[in-house]
């Protein structure tokens, strides 16, 4: 069993629409939780992170953490054709520092 | 604030031959690593550095990747003799330890490598 799951799509909604992205993971060490946000030919963008379970919103963006299911997740709101993107979950331990464990991404295409 | 730099953006060598990829952190990031990522995957680590010391390279494949960071700034990650599995994006990324929250690991763009 891999240590992040998530699937990697494609993801096709129109715009406006509310997009749900998710991960799991079987490590229960795993302390900080993170989306990239990667347009093509480009490098990952930090977009949100959350420490331990819980909520955390950001413009169209929330960011939702269980860890009691090991289940996180990212919501997009009133999406735009400029959200279209591969968007990566990642996590790490309680280590200042520590390397990321990325999922594989899902690939999101948001239509006009 | 300058971002993380990479050199070359692409590079297409043929199998067996070598490459070497450069990287110059955010200034002041003490912690530097190389990521390599396969189309269709998430990036994966190759190294860690904390300034000039490796922390982490358990998943380098030491037979033929090398890397170094002289002075603790640039780092340079060298593949030699290349196969054609390592046709992938090399990510370098830093951070900073200061008041470390989580969400300080910055991404360069990346160095495309086709090997054939």
Known sequence: QKEVEQDPGPLSVPEGAIVSLNCTYSNSAFQYFMW???????????????????NKEDGRFTAQVDK?????SLFIRDSQPSDSATYLCAMNRNQAGTALIFGKGTTLSVSS | EA??????????????????????????????????????????????????????????????????????????????PAKLEDSAVYLCASSSLRGYSGNTIYFGEGSWLTVV
């Not at chain 2, 990031?29 to 390279?57: E, M, R, S």
């Open chain 2, 3 to 80: 971002g993380v730099a990479q050199s070359p953006r692409y590079k297409i060598i043929e199998k067996r031959q070598s490459v070497a990829f450069w990287c110059n952190p955010i200034s002041g990031h003490a912690t530097l690593y190389w990521y390599q990522q396969i189309l269709g995957q998430g990036p994966k680590l190759l190294i860690q550095f904390q300034n000039n010391g490796v922390v982490d390279d358990s998943q380098l494949p030491k037979d033929r990747f090398s890397a170094e960071r002289l002075k603790g700034v640039d780092s340079t990650l060298k593949i030699q």
């Open chain 1, 36 to 54: 990239y946000r990667q347009y093509s030919r480009k490098g990952p963008e930090l977009l949100m992170y959350t420490y331990s379970s819980g």
């Open chain 1, 68 to 72: 009691s299911s090991k289940y996180i």
